[in-house]
């Protein structure tokens, strides 16, 4: 649950999850060249993939939509600053997105599938896309068969859903899409844009009065970044690019 302390903690930063300006554009490197003329990022946050986007694709129209004002304001300042004109930002719920079906040529979605469920969001935002359209999403995923109990239970009770990448491309083809490429984000792309500014700000929470669920939530953020400076050889982010088939 994303409440009001956690948004407070998660302020400010370049990116809401980990990924790289660099991860995103090996990413579009896998794609066809072809004219995406409209491009929908779902779950945004401030938008660093949004701007790689924007650059990579200036004759797009590129809609970029989040649940949170605060992170599209983020993205518009950074809009403005940069004279990019090409990017539509829309506040709504990934649930139930507020599009006609077959809006798009290309949905792109870093680090925020999860929020709906992988499965769910392959189905539910299949029908948006466009004939031949692409599925872009990162999500995280087991890098190995085997791995430490203490990461396994971690996961298990942070994120039970959670597969390994054979298991996400059973899921991807049976939802109707076909894979055309994939790419693990390195280890330095969770900490650089996300976890070092991230840890900045939790840094300075601790020895403030905090209540109990605050002192809860802080702790819970503290031990994802823990977990995975001792485990990344066993979990990251995934790209998964799909073709609708
Ligand atoms: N893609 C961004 C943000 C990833 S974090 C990046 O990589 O930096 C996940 C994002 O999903 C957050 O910005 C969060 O505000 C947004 N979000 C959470 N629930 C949502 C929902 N139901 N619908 C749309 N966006 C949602």
């Not at 403005?80 to 506040?91: A, M, P, R, Y």
């Amino acid at each position: 649950m994303v409440d009001e302390y956690f948004l407070f903690l998660h302020r400010d930063l370049p990116r809401q999850g980990p990924g790289s300006s660099q991860s995103t554009h090996t990413v579009i490197d896998l794609l066809p060249q072809k004219n995406y003329c409209d491009i929908l990022d779902i779950g945004c946050g401030p938008g660093m993939q949004t701007m790689d986007l924007s650059r990579r694709f200036p004759e797009s129209r590129i809609t970029a939509l989040d649940k949170y004002n605060i992170f599209l304001n983020q993205l518009e300042d950074s809009c403005l600053d940069l004279g990019i004109e090409n990017v539509i930002t829309t506040q709504g719920d990934m649930m139930s997105l507020p599009f006609r079906p077959e809006s798009f040529d290309m949905i792109w979605s870093e680090g925020a599938i999860y929020i709906i469920g992988f499965e769910e969001g392959l189905k539910e935002w299949r029908r948006f896309l466009r004939k031949d359209g692409y599925l872009v999403v990162s999500e995280l995923s087991w890098l190995t068969a085997a791995r430490p109990p203490l990461i396994q239970a971690y996961w298990d009770d942070t994120y039970p859903d959670m597969q390994d990448i054979y298991e996400n491309i059973g899921m991807i083809e049976r939802a109707g899409y076909n894979l055309r490429g994939l790419y693990v984000i390195p280890p330095e792309d969770w900490d650089n844009d996300y976890y070092l500014p991230l840890l900045e700000n939790l840094k300075k929470e601790q020895g403030r009065p905090l209540t109990e669920d605050q002192m809860t939530c802080l702790e819970l953020e503290f031990l994802e970044i823990q977990m995975h400076n001792k485990f990344s050889r066993y979990f990251s982010y995934v790209f998964y690019v799909m073709e609708k088939a």
